[in-house]
């Protein structure tokens, strides 16, 4: 994401110049050079792929083998009904097919294959890895080949439970410039990893953070412990996660109030359904967030954002280990 020697094409130019008077030919140039990878296609993500080939990055590479089902075309927009009746294509080609035609001049491929076996030399040909309904060890897993690689590749999450929504950033050591009044200064940010930022105990945590953030965890730690893929979940374990919910609110010094029944049950309600306008939202922020990445321009999201349609707000969470930003 450092170079942007090469100049834009006339055709870029052209195509892109409404983008280009809001943040600058060096913007775009480097937007052209990037190199981005999605793996696991749902609402939310194909929502961002859309956002950031419009944008004009350089490529977005797929992968999602799984074949389409009902459940699959929920909120993904990609995949053409008439393709899907009779297509063994995977979800990770009828999205790419899709996304060519949003613009021919981004390189848009798909591959097979689990991201968690990859090995680290696969991860170098990217600037950007996106992640989505993926298990919390898998998530730290490949949050961590990011990191241990010799350039800095942003790493993020992005899930969305019917109504809720959750993502999460990773920019590692990130330099940018930032405005104030006439003045621009730089700024450099130090992002925990997802590992570092789950493990913060909870009652060092600010009492205002988000109640979703601590309902998404005992989520997550459930479906570890049961071997579940996430979202297949339902309202016949609040049981079971109620009882778990209340041991790790004890280990972490808190009541188990702290995690509200209500929010439980509606995440568990909601399984692996996706709200499509709350996609939408998630997909918009996700894309703005990896464009000021790869540009440098704007100020980005440390380190968790969070949206609940239930009162139609977005929340910016910075779960961090003390003194993470210096100017």
Aim: aromatic content about 8%; proline content about 3%; hydrophobic content about 40%.
């Amino acid at each position: 994401m450092d170079g942007a020697e090469e100049e834009l094409t006339a055709h870029q130019t052209a195509l892109y110049d409404r983008q280009i008077r809001v943040w600058g030919v060096d913007a775009q140039k480097k937007l052209s050079k990037a190199h981005v990878l999605v793996s696991g296609l749902n609402g939310a993500t194909v929502e961002f792929c859309k956002n950031i080939v419009l944008a004009g990055v350089g490529s977005v590479t797929l992968m999602d083998d799984r074949l389409v089902s009902e459940e699959v075309l929920g909120a993904n927009f990609l995949i053409p009904l008439d393709e899907y009746a009779n297509s063994n294509k995977s979800v990770a080609e009828l999205c790419a097919q899709s996304l060519r035609n949003f613009n021919h001049m981004v390189g848009v491929s798909f591959l097979s294959g689990e991201l968690s076996q990859m090995d680290g030399q696969f991860f170098d040909k990217f600037d950007v890895v996106v992640v989505c309904s993926f298990s919390q060890k898998d998530k730290i897993l490949i949050n961590e080949i990011c990191r241990k690689r010799q350039k800095r590749i942003a790493f993020y999450t992005i899930d969305c439970r019917d109504s809720c929504g959750e993502i999460f950033t990773d920019l590692q050591n990130y330099t940018y410039m930032q405005k104030k009044g006439d003045e621009r200064i730089e700024r450099q940010l130090n992002y925990p990893s997802l590992e570092e930022a789950i493990l913060i105990p909870w009652k060092d945590l600010p009492r205002k953070v988000t109640k979703l953030f601590f309902a998404m965890r005992v989520l997550e730690k459930f479906e570890l412990l049961e071997g579940r893929k996430p979202g297949e979940t339902s309202l016949a374990d609040l049981p079971s996660i109620s009882k778990l919910r209340k041991d790790l609110c004890e280990a972490q010094g808190l009541k188990e109030s702290h995690v509200a029944d209500s929010l439980l049950e509606k995440l568990l309600a909601a399984g692996k359904m996706e709200h499509p306008a709350v996609c939408a939202i998630l997909g918009g922020i996700l894309g703005q967030e990896v464009i000021k990445a790869i540009s440098g321009k704007g100020d980005p999201l440390k380190n968790f954002f969070y949206f609940d349609a239930a009162d139609g707000k977005g929340i910016i969470e910075d779960i961090s280990v003390p003194s993470t930003v210096t100017a």
